[in-house]
T-cell receptor
């Protein structure tokens, strides 16, 4: 079965640079979530989209923005990167509000800021 | 504010024994509670979901209980195997009703052969 796809899997950037992370949800899943997980931490919710519209926002810095496109893939744009942005970034998709709220996570993008 | 607590100390058990992990929550009235497994450097994987009106849910060697009075869930792995070694995350839906999950910090289980 198709899973959530994330790219790139690894990314190394320098401080003050910009990064773009991509997420391709499971087909026919209408909701996409972005999470950030620091070392030894639990996943922290950043932002979500339902049917291509932003549906919820968590502890996402103003330097970050995200959108969902017409083909349902989503991108997380991160600017003015800081050392503290180094983390695993997960995208998850969910099959819809009339189904059980189970999340299917991608393999993650490991971002290292030097 | 909503808070989920899991035992942050690693749980070490011998193969074949039953592992029991605890999840406590405050300032929540969740309709569902979920458990996920996470291996190092990988995304969480869904294991079980239990509804507020269910006391217990089973799936193969896994069992989850949900006590809405105590605001607690217990996650059991019977006949544990070294392959069960991972971090187990408890998750509840956030109050915004958009489907987002709030995760506990996870408990790391180590099953020794």
């Amino acid at each position: 079965a198709a899973g959530v796809i994330q790219s790139p899997r690894h990314l190394i950037k320098e401080k003050r640079e910009t990064a773009t992370l991509k997420c391709y949800p499971i087909p026919r899943h209408d909701t996409v979530y972005w999470y950030q997980q620091g070392p030894g931490q639990d996943p922290q919710f950043l932002i979500s989209f339902y049917e291509k519209m932003q549906s919820d926002k968590g502890s996402i810095p103003d330097r970050f923005s995200a959108q969902q496109f017409s083909d349902y893939h989503s991108e997380l744009n991160m600017s003015s990167l800081e050392l503290g942005d180094s983390a695993l970034y997960f995208c998850a998709s969910s099959p819809g509000r009339d189904r059980l709220p189970i999340m299917y996570f991608g393999p993650g993008t490991r971002l290292t800021v030097t | 504010s909503q808070k989920i607590e899991q035992n942050s100390e690693a749980l070490n058990i011998q193969e074949g024994k039953t592992a029991t992990l605890t999840c406590n929550y405050t300032n929540y009235s969740p309709a569902y509670l979920q458990w996920y497994r996470q291996d190092p450097g990988r995304g969480p994987v869904f294991l079980l979901l239990i509804r507020e009106n269910e006391k217990e849910k089973r799936k193969e060697r896994l069992k989850v209980t949900f006590d809405t009075t105590l605001k607690q869930s217990l996650f059991h792995i019977t006949a544990s195997q070294p392959a069960d070694s991972a971090t187990y995350l408890c998750a509840l839906e956030g109050s915004s009703n958009t489907g987002k999950l709030i995760f506990g910090q996870g408990t790391t289980l180590q099953v020794k052969p």
